[in-house]
């Protein structure tokens, strides 16, 4: 049987893990999901809306633009 492969997140293209994986012992990072069901890593996301932020823009999806 063949394995969907690791979703990452689009900002830091590192594997993002299922809430239900959280549970082993080494600390892993926690994933946020928009609105539009993109996630991401919650610092990630939360780097690209300061950037925004800071350039004026639409705070939104890195994916698909949707307001955040």
Do not use: G, N, Y
Request: proline share 6%; charged share 40%; aromatic share 2%.
């Amino acid at each position: 049987e063949r394995q969907a492969p690791p979703e990452e997140c689009p900002i830091c293209l590192t594997e993002l893990v299922a809430d239900e994986e959280d549970d082993e012992e080494e600390e892993r990072e926690r994933c946020t999901m928009l609105s539009c069901q993109h996630r991401f890593h919650a610092r990630c996301m939360t780097v690209w809306l300061e950037k925004c932020r800071e350039k004026d823009c639409k705070a939104s999806c890195p994916m698909c633009r949707q307001c955040a």
